[in-house]
């Protein structure tokens, strides 16, 4: 198990000697683990994903392979479509053989990171859950039974993009929605206002921060949706320094509506992650967006911020195909 930091120091300990680790699983954990592997140079590092891109819930394909070559360039070896079958022990020898449809790759550890499901065995059958065993809550974190309220990595969330209850079992959420349980035990006091599923990661030098809906998700679940991608400096050229930002943004070309954005730079640009979670609860458009006011100081942004820049994009394409 690798669920908080004691667990994580002791999976580096006890690696300590193994030249050879296999991460099964690109989501957030397996790609943040194989960082932290290849941060040692005495481990060759595997990162085995069994679709064809990195964190596929959380980024699209673009944003991916710019993840990948970053985990590529620090000596990760990444394989996609590998789907793992089986492992196999050599009688004698500690290394593991994994198989996959088409390969086989040996290891001294694997790390498997498959996610987890919702662990409410004590309720079920007596409160609604989703198909997952991830337990309904309403605004109020009551469940199908008015006196049992849930929270946290039992329950699913309200998913302001989709509208729809969602399994997203994040620390954000889990805080704030004990802290509404906590009020909420005493009436229908505090609401809860959903959530964009924002996060954010280091990956070596970069910054990557994703908040909403992904294009490929918004198709999955039937959301009309487009996007831009700005890249550019994050301030002016003349200015020592001007780390180039990558963003993209995910928007409703019908409505006009923010439904995601992803966010990857060396500069530090995960608060303006936040900045569009709080457009997309609000329900703002790429209209509100492209020219919402920001500061301008030139160490710290252009006269337009770049979120202004890449929604003045999205405006753009927007109005050439209305």
């Known amino acids: 198990m690798c669920k908080d930091a004691r667990q994580a120091e002791a999976l580096r300990a006890a690696t300590k000697g193994d030249e050879r680790i296999a991460i099964v699983g690109a989501g957030y954990i397996g790609v943040e683990l194989a960082e932290a592997f290849a941060q040692n140079q005495t481990h060759q590092v595997t990162l085995l994903q069994g679709g064809g891109q990195l964190l596929n819930h959380y980024i699209d394909p673009a944003m991916s392979q710019h993840v990948e070559k970053r985990l ?5 070896h990444v394989q996609l479509n590998a789907r793992v079958e089986a492992f196999y022990g050599t009688e004698g020898s500690s290394a593991v053989t994994i198989e996959t ?8 550890v ?8 919702a662990n409410t065995a004590l309720l079920r059958g007596q409160v609604a859950m989703d198909r997952s065993g991830a337990i309904l809550t309403n605004e109020w974190m009551q469940t199908s039974d008015d006196n049992i309220f849930a929270a946290g990595d039992a329950c699913t969330v309200h998913f302001n993009p989709t509208g729809k209850q969602a399994y997203i079992p994040l620390a954000t959420n889990a805080v704030r929605q004990g802290y509404l349980v906590g009020r909420n035990v005493f009436g229908h006091i505090q609401r809860d206002l959903g959530t964009q599923a924002t996060t954010a990661m280091r990956l070596f030098d970069d910054n990557l921060a994703t908040t909403g809906l992904t294009m490929h998700h918004a198709q999955q679940v039937g959301i009309p949706a487009a996007s831009v991608t700005y890249l550019g400096p994050y301030r002016p050229a003349f200015m020592t320094g001007h780390d180039e930002v990558m963003i993209n943004l995910v928007y409703n070309p019908e409505n006009r509506r923010v439904l995601g954005a992803q966010l990857l730079s060396t500069h530090e640009i995960t608060q303006s992650a936040n900045a569009v979670s709080i457009a997309i609860q609000n329900r703002n458009t790429i209209d509100d967006l492209a020219f919402v006011d920001m500061l301008f100081n030139p160490h710290y942004d252009q006269p337009f911020n770049y ?16």
């Open 72 to 76: 590529v360039d620090h000596g990760v």
């Open 101 to 108: 449809a088409e390969a086989q790759y040996q290891a001294d």
């Open 110 to 117: 694997v790390v498997v990171c498959t996610g987890f499901l």
């Open 307 to 322: 979120l202004n820049l890449v929604a003045q994009q999205a405006v753009a394409q927007a109005d050439s195909t209305d």
